[in-house]
């Protein structure tokens, strides 16, 4: 059986390392075995912060919707449950782009909401309070 030499791909692969870390500082961009350490990390790091970005959009809905709902009488705790008890499948990224661009079509969706909410808080009280006898 002949002889396999594998320089090439050897080297291919080293000068492919080397692209992924170039920019980076010391000697992560020159020697191999810190340059592949580097590459890991950066991918674990990447993939973190593809799941903070997602995190901190949801944030960022949810302090909006909040504020977008109180001219209106709710908290965005009480409108969320609200569309959730009137089965209204409309996520917090959607309805954040109509508090924001449609302001007519958000607040419809908000007072049909809100009547249900106010009444769902009336049956609470009432059935809360402790009779008297």
Known sequence: MPR???GISHLKKRKNLLKNVKGYKW????????????????GVYAYI??????????RQWQIVLN?????????????????????????????NQLAKDHP?????????????????VSTLTSSQTPSLK
């Open 27 to 42: 000697g992560r961009k020159s020697h191999i075995k810190l340059a592949k350490v580097a590459v890991l990390k950066a």
């Open 4 to 6: 396999v030499k594998r």
């Open 49 to 58: 912060g593809r799941k903070h970005k997602k995190r901190a959009f949801r």
């Open 104 to 120: 007519l079509v958000f607040k419809n969706i908000v007072e049909t909401v809100r009547d249900r909410a106010q009444a769902i």
């Open 67 to 95: 504020a977008a709902v109180r001219p209106y009488g709710l908290t965005y705790s009480k409108f969320i449950h609200a569309l959730k008890e009137q089965n209204i499948e409309l996520d917090r990224k959607v309805l």
